[in-house]
């Protein structure tokens, strides 16, 4: 990874940390970036809103499309802290975002609580399987950010 991509997933990660501490909703953060600049930013606010549609994936495509008057964005690149849901999958390929970059993926979301692995299979979505180019990418934060959910004593379930 660039700098600049490490510096767009730790943005991603202070969204994800900041929502989940302020208990909006878990333990996710999305950065959508055009042309080097950020246009797009958003942390899970499912409990927040009380809408099941409220991830962070969302959110910052929603700031995006907004931010630059259309709801395209081939050439944008969406940097967030765990694999997109089938959800937001939908979402990235309404919005025509060719590239993600994410840390965690469905199997840790599911290690923690989140049940998007049902929805996968339900689906029939395999791993790996994508209109836009999805990457793995290591961060330590990852990790961090997760564990910290874990240890979350008033977290709760959805």
Known sequence: MSRKQIDFMELAFEEAFAGMRNNEGGPFGAIVVLDGKIIGRGHNQVLLAQDPTAHAEIIAIREACQHIQNIHLENAILYSTCEPCPMCLAAIQWAQIPRVEYVMNRADAQKIGFSDLRIYQKM??????????????????????????ERKSDKVFY
Do not use: C
């Open 124 to 149: 029939g979505i395999p791993d790996g399987v994508y209109a836009a180019e999805l990457l793995l990418v290591p961060h330590e934060q990852g990790k961090n950010l997760f564990e910290e959910w």
